[in-house]
């Protein structure tokens, strides 16, 4: 299967950690792989790594 790409944009940013937030659909997100460099307001693009339906959170990867 090819992989999943979509456009999120960064709501929370920090040295340690980034968050982001698609506006199209009712989905939040943790950047787990290379949030370096990035600023609250940027639009990426993401790769979906992992979801967990119970817990409610999904884990993505910067592909720009």
């Known amino acids: 299967m090819s992989p999943i790409?979509?456009?999120y944009i960064i709501i929370g940013a920090?040295?340690?950690e980034s968050y982001v937030r698609h506006?199209?659909?009712p989905v939040e997100g943790k950047l787990i792989h290379?949030?370096?460099g990035i600023?609250?307001?940027n639009w990426i693009?993401?790769?979906l790594i992992f979801i967990d339906v119970i817990g409610g959170f999904t884990d993505l990867s910067n592909v720009d």
Do not use: A, N, Y
Request: charged fraction near 35%.
């Open 39 to 41: 600023d609250v307001g």
């Open 34 to 36: 290379e949030f370096e």
């Open 45 to 47: 693009r993401v790769q």
């Open 14 to 16: 920090s040295f340690k």
């Open 23 to 25: 506006l199209g659909m």
């Open 5 to 7: 790409f979509f456009d």
